[in-house]
């Protein structure tokens, strides 16, 4: 059974930084696109960032240049370092994994931008 843990959700001020952590563990062959949504409170989920197996990225416009994705493909783990944040970027993180098949998900961490 596939399982996703994530991390490194919290409070933080506007301007300062976090990075979120999304560690894949059960039987898993190989990931081919690894990611990241977010869900405000009274909006849909939306796509924040995505990386595939060879290191290609996408952002959303909203994050791009303030927002990096990478992946450890050796310990199945995908992060999100965040930078110069907003309040707007509040919202519940959720990372998922696309092993080939179906996409798994994460429970989600929450992140909170606010002085």
């Known amino acids: 059974q596939v399982q996703l843990m994530e991390s490194g959700g919290g409070l933080v001020q506007p301007g300062g930084s976090l990075r979120l952590s999304c560690a894949a563990s059960?039987?898993?062959?190989?990931?081919?696109?690894m990611g990241w949504y977010r869900q405000a409170p009274g909006r849909q989920r939306e796509s924040v960032a995505t990386?595939?197996?060879?290191?290609?990225?996408n952002y959303a416009d909203s994050v791009k240049g303030r927002f990096t994705i990478s992946r450890e493909n050796a310990k199945k783990t995908v992060y999100l370092q965040m930078n110069s944040l907003k309040p707007e970027d509040t919202a519940v993180y959720y990372c998922?994994?696309?092993?080939?098949?179906?996409?798994?998900w994460g429970q989600g961490t929450q992140v909170t931008v606010s002085s």
């Open positions: 998922y994994i696309d092993p080939g098949r179906r996409l798994y």
């Open positions: 059960g039987t898993i062959v190989s990931i081919y696109t």
């Open positions: 990386i595939t197996d060879n290191g290609r990225t």
